[in-house]
């Protein structure tokens, strides 16, 4: 047994870790497996001094980058033709060049105008020549291309000025005549629209056919790209219209719009600039932006409420605020100034990623649904980031940088926990169906429980009051016979027979008083239970108003009572009924005690009890007698140690008080010797307040929360619950939302303006038209997010509903 547990434990070990490590390796492989950061060819080709050596490159199947430092003057356009002045400068391509520095240390600014220069050592060629070809990215912002002193390429309008310049962002493929073997190749580049400036894209430079082959690989996988975009947009938005408390689907679908926009204006296809001309250059570098906004805002809401703290809840608003500035600011600001602002907005981004890493760290250290898929994807996610980094500042390595590569590693497992959770709601509606007809049978079966209940409890009515008229007629009627004698020979009779007289009359008076008022504590049961009026109370105190009442009638007999109380205890429970269990049993102990003796009083802690015991000396009780006691067969009382009489119902009617409290009362007696009582109640002091109209709903889940715990006050409306509020102050309050006379929100509104400011209880509203996830938005419709605590279905349950709400208060 023991070696099979240990096994069965490492097994499950090893399970979970390898769920845990599956997201990783997952991501690692969707990493590895992409082919926008391959390995590109001969990494060790680099410029050195403006020149390129591929004499030794076999451009049958390659294309290489053009990458090393360039010959760079800067605010000056060079002569294509001419010879290479002799003050030169040198500086990286790939990299721009306000983060680079000049021979004397300092940088350059990012609006400007300059020069790139390099020469380029091609190979003989044994075979039939072929055309060479460039493919030249984005370079920021308006340039010319010189191939051996001709102009080849031109983007833009060129210009010194800021006045005259005007951007392009076209990507192009520039065929170059191949007569030569040596390639001299000028840009002329000026800048007054971009924060990056210069060669920042890498040229790549092979065989016309082979420039041609990777243009369209590109091409193509930016359309699919952008078309998968489109479709994972509206799968997202299908997903929110078929199930609308799934919110992040809809989030999910502005984020993939945003990344369609940066897809579509990013990617080194450039697809959307090179559709339109040179005049719409500058609305689609604004429109661009958008979509960094929409990716920001909403994949932002997602992970920073993963982790379901306050905190987070205010980043949200400065997130938002933050989202709608930048927006403004993309659309508005103008041309000069557009650049160096938008810097800023998005380097200060990386504040909020850094926060949703910690939500997300959070939600993963608190077990949140999807958090561990979020985490990785999110850490992913910024890794590729850091790398893309890296690599746009040192070129030279030979891996291209991964671009939107590192979001989709971000937003495609929360697609996936999407898709997941669209799975589980129609897996949950399924078993909601089992469920309900499940509950349907069970509620056939209650009907007829609670129908021969029902009739039990008629049943032990009928006898009881059949009992008490026959025992209250008895001596009522020997009252009667006396007062008959009396007023027969008033005149004859002496002064000490009227004495005794009236002294039977008084007790046949007192017995049938206190036959009433059992009476009256027993029309507090009815065919549903006890009626609770439940507060919260001190045992001691209450001991001590008991004791106090019955010691003139254990005076009498030469009873002590002793007590042994060294706790203070409080509990929750009904103060009257608890005192009428108190005070029978009690009473009974002095009066099957033995003249001259004592009774003892303890209070003590047992565990999760509250043990209260009263013991004495007297004549005892057989098993049987205690068997008897405890079942439902009336029996007759038997007489006092003094010749007391009564009804034989208190103990039952102690045992049907303490089953409504959820508490127990044993008896141990030996014959001869006496008895003990101990009642047992529940000491916690963790008290809910449930407050719903359907008695079936209410009872299931009250007996759940007991299960664990929880002293559960009910109430069937608002009016009732407010009732029970006059009195007490419980732990937490639950309100069903729907309820005839008072619903639950005028029940939270009229609680929090009779409520003391001391009286801060948590509220949890309850509803049969709750989503399953997502009433935080019901919440803030009805003004009601800083009041109530949460929003749940009446649909789960009642165990898994009972989960929620303790998990809540945690």
């Known amino acids: 047994m023991i070696l099979r547990v240990f096994f069965s434990s490492i097994q499950k070990y090893f399970s979970d870790l390898l769920i845990f490590c599956s997201y990783p390796l997952i991501l690692i492989f969707i990493l590895l497996g992409t082919t926008s950061c391959r390995f590109d060819a001969y990494p060790t080709l680099l410029a050195k001094d403006g020149v390129l050596d591929v004499q030794n490159v076999d451009f049958s199947g390659e294309t290489i980058n053009l990458t090393g430092k360039w010959e760079f003057y800067w605010n000056e356009f060079l002569d294509p033709r001419g010879e290479s002045p002799e003050h030169k400068s040198y500086l990286k391509v790939g990299v721009p060049w306000f983060s680079q520095e000049n021979e004397d240390g300092e940088g350059y600014p990012s609006f400007g105008f300059g020069t790139y220069r390099l020469t380029v050592l091609l190979p003989e060629s044994t075979y039939e020549k072929e055309s060479y070809a460039l493919l030249v990215p984005v370079l920021h912002s308006a340039y010319r291309i010189y191939a051996n002193g001709e102009l080849v390429a031109e983007n833009g309008t060129l210009a010194k000025t800021a006045e005259k310049h005007r951007p392009s962002f076209h990507s192009k493929i520039i065929p170059l005549k191949s007569d030569s073997k040596k390639l001299d190749l000028v840009v002329h580049i000026s800048n007054f629209s971009h924060k990056y400036a210069g060669i920042h894209g890498l040229i790549r430079f092979g065989k016309l056919q082979n420039i041609i082959h990777t243009w369209n690989v590109n091409f193509t996988v930016s359309w699919i790209i952008m078309i998968f975009m489109i479709f994972l947009a509206i799968y997202h938005a299908l997903v929110y219209f078929i199930n609308r408390s799934e919110r992040n689907a809809l989030r999910m679908a502005f984020v993939y719009l945003g990344i369609l926009i940066l897809s579509s204006t ?204 026959h025992d209250l007629r008895s001596p009522l ?122 009774v003892w009083v303890s209070v003590s802690y047992k565990g999760k009890w509250l043990s209260v015991e009263i013991r004495d000396r007297g004549l005892g009780m057989s ?115 729907h309820m005839p006379g008072m619903n639950g929100i005028s029940l939270v509104h009229e609680w929090e303006g009779r409520r003391h400011q001391n009286q801060k209880i948590p509220i949890i509203l309850i509803s049969s038209d709750a989503p399953l996830s997502g009433g935080d938005k019901f919440l803030e419709d009805e003004g009601l997010e800083t009041i109530v605590s949460a929003y749940f279905s009446k649909m789960y349950k009642a165990e898994d509903l009972c989960q929620q709400i303790e998990s809540t208060l945690d």
Not at 688 to 712: H, K, P, T
């Open 266 to 469: 990013l990617i080194e296809t450039r697809i959307l600039f090179n559709l339109f001309s040179d005049d719409y250059c500058i609305p689609l570098f604004r429109f661009s932006r958008v979509g960094f906004v929409l990716v920001l805002y909403f994949g932002g809401y997602i992970v920073l409420n993963m982790a379901q703290m306050r905190f987070f809840k205010r980043i949200l608003f400065l997130l938002k605020l933050y989202a709608f500035s930048f927006l403004f600011v993309s659309l508005f600001t103008p041309v000069p100034y557009l650049s160096k602002i938008l810097f800023y907005f998005e380097f200060m981004s990386v504040i909020f990623v850094a926060l949703g890493l910690l939500s997300v760290s959070l939600a993963l250290y608190f077990q949140r649904k999807e958090s561990r898929l979020y985490f990785f994807s999110l850490f992913m996610a910024i890794i590729g980031g850091l790398i893309d980094l890296f690599l746009v500042a040192n070129p030279n390595f030979g891996y291209r940088p991964m671009g939107l590569i590192s979001l989709y590693l971000f937003i495609f497992p929360q697609t996936l926990g999407v898709t997941l959770g669209l799975v589980r709601v129609y897996k949950r509606s399924e078993s909601l169906s089992k469920e309900l007809y499940k509950r349907k049978e069970a509620l056939e079966k209650k009907v007829k429980a609670r129908t021969l209940e029902l009739e039990k409890a008629n049943r032990w009515k009928a006898n009881f009051v059949s009992l008490i008229s």
């Open 477 to 598: 009627n020997s009252v009667n016979q006396i007062l008959d004698v009396i007023d027969f020979s008033f005149s004859e009779t002496t002064e000490d027979e009227k004495k005794k007289f009236l002294e039977i009359c008084k007790t046949g008076v007192t017995q049938s008083l206190r036959m009433l008022e059992q009476l009256l504590d027993v029309s507090r049961f009815d065919a549903f239970g006890t009626k609770l009026i439940q507060t919260r109370f001190s045992v001691n105190d209450l001991l001590n108003e008991i004791i106090e009442s019955v010691e003139p009638l254990a005076t009498l007999k030469g009873i002590r009572i002793e007590k042994d109380t060294p706790i203070q205890a409080e509990i929750i429970a009904d103060r009257t009924l608890i005192g009428e269990v108190f005070k029978n049993i009690l009473t009974n102990s002095i009066k099957y005690s033995y003249l001259n003796s004592e």
């Open 623 to 737: 098993e049987e007698q205690i068997h008897k006691l405890s079942g439902e067969e009336n029996i007759k009382s038997m007489p006092g140690t003094a010749g007391e009489r009564g009804t034989g119902l208190g103990l039952q009617l102690c045992t049907n008080i303490l089953e409504a409290h959820f508490g127990k009362l044993r008896i141990k007696s030996v014959l001869g010797v006496g008895s003990s009582f101990e009642i047992s109640l529940s000491k916690s002091t963790k008290s809910v307040l449930l407050v719903d109209d359907s008695g079936n709903f209410r009872s299931d889940l009250a007996e759940v929360m007991r299960r664990n715990q929880w002293i559960v006050i009910e109430a069937g409306n608002g009016e009732e619950a407010l009732s029970h509020l006059s009195r007490i102050t419980p732990t937490l309050i639950i309100t069903d939302l």
